[in-house]
Nanobody, 117 residues
Framework: QVQVVESGGDLVQPGGSLRLSCVASGIRSGIYTMNWYRQAPGKEREMVATISPGGTTRKYADSVKGRFTVVRDNAKNTATLQMNSLKPEDTARYYC??????????WGQGTQVTVSS
């Protein structure tokens, strides 16, 4: 059984930092593309960061470029999203996703990030 679990969400002041973590079990995550998505109330889910299976290629949404960093540790089946210089508009529920084609697409339940003074 595949399980994906995120952690690290919290309430943080504008300008602050958070590190989100994601751990997968039941899959060999090193062959999957790993993505971080977020969804704010009333908005569509958007991808904020993606990292290739080997970790050599990373892409970010324009809104987080230069502030967020995604890394992965395939030996531990984990990934992290370091978020710096947080803004109120970063408030959302953040989801970890491991994808290998349409038939292998696994999601966690999400972790809430709230940026507010």
């Amino acid at each position: 059984q595949v399980q994906v679990v995120e952690s690290g969400g919290d309430l943080v002041q504008p300008g602050g930092s958070l590190r989100l973590s994601c751990v997968a079990s039941g899959i060999r995550s090193g062959i999957y593309t790993m993505n971080w998505y977020r969804q704010a109330p009333g908005k569509e889910r958007e991808m904020v960061a993606t990292i290739s299976p080997g970790g050599t290629t990373r892409k970010y949404a324009d809104s987080v470029k230069g502030r967020f960093t995604v890394v992965r540790d395939n030996a531990k089946n984990t990934a992290t999203l370091q978020m710096n210089s947080l803004k109120p508009e970063d408030t959302a529920r953040y989801y970890c996703n491991f994808r290998l084609g349409d038939s292998h697409d696994y999601w966690g339940q999400g972790t809430q990030v709230t940026v507010s003074s």
